[in-house]
């Protein structure tokens, strides 16, 4: 699981990369840097918080139900995120994206 996450992790950023405007890159790769740290800190409290609260009797000792029903939470996430990367844009070819427009050549007015 952790070199699925570092892979997707990386292929992300170059989806992000490719799918934006080259003028807006920066605030692309910054959103998503700062929802995946958002979203895995809500997410693994979360989790720890639904675990906790299902215990065996006085005994203190975690319950089945808890990491069943934090699975399912889990789940209905990825559900979530999936239908969210179905609306990411298709990619624009390199030469079609848009960008900045061409500054003129100062330093050759200058010289000749």
């Known amino acids: 699981m952790g070199v699925g996450i570092g892979l997707a992790f990386a292929a992300m950023a170059n989806l992000i990369v490719e799918a934006v405007d080259r003028t807006k890159t920066l ?7 700062i929802m995946r740290t958002i979203g895995g800190s809500l997410g693994g409290q979360i989790t720890a918080s639904v675990v906790a609260a299902h215990t065996v009797g006085a005994s203190g000792a975690l319950a089945e139900t808890g990491f069943t029903i934090a699975f399912v939470i889990s789940a209905i996430g990825v559900a979530a995120a999936f239908c969210a990367a179905l609306a990411i844009p298709a ?3 390199f030469a079609a994206r848009p960008g900045p427009a061409p500054q003129p050549n100062m330093a050759a007015d200058v010289q000749g």
């Open 91 to 93: 990619r624009l070819p």
């Open 27 to 33: 605030v692309a790769t910054a959103m998503n840097t």
